[in-house]
């Protein structure tokens, strides 16, 4: 059963890039037609999909953070990242990564438990 787990600093300064790592294990981030997915929740703005990246590499960004917003991977560590420059409070925010298992457009199947960020000087 594949697990995911979120990792990062809970507190980043105003301006500094956030810097987060999902930890795949159970399954391999290339396996076919499997998309890596970050997204993060706030009590402003809810449930909000950032990126993914899919199985052979490709990369989705959401419109409205693909200027600050870049994912990659790792795939000696079976690793996903994400980095997010210029915080700020608004980017607070529990973050998750979660697993596709049928392309980009499909269902949320596994999801890590999340990581608390806090924007704070």
């Known amino acids: 059963q594949v697990q995911l787990q979120e990792s990062g600093p809970g507190l980043v300064k105003p301006s500094q890039t956030l810097s987060l790592t999902c930890t795949v294990s159970g399954g391999s981030i290339t396996t076919p037609y499997h998309y890596w997915n970050w997204i993060r929740q706030s009590p402003e703005k809810g449930l909000e999909w950032m990126g993914a990246?899919?199985?052979?590499?490709?990369?989705l960004y959401s419109p409205g953070l693909k200027s600050r917003a870049a994912i990659s991977r790792d795939t000696s560590k079976n690793q996903i990242t994400l980095q997010l420059s210029s915080v700020t409070p608004e980017d607070r925010a529990v973050y998750y990564c979660a697993r596709q298992i049928r392309g980009p457009f499909s269902d949320f199947e596994s999801w890590g438990q999340g990581t608390q960020v806090i924007v704070s000087s």
């Open positions: 990246i899919g199985y052979s590499g490709n990369i």
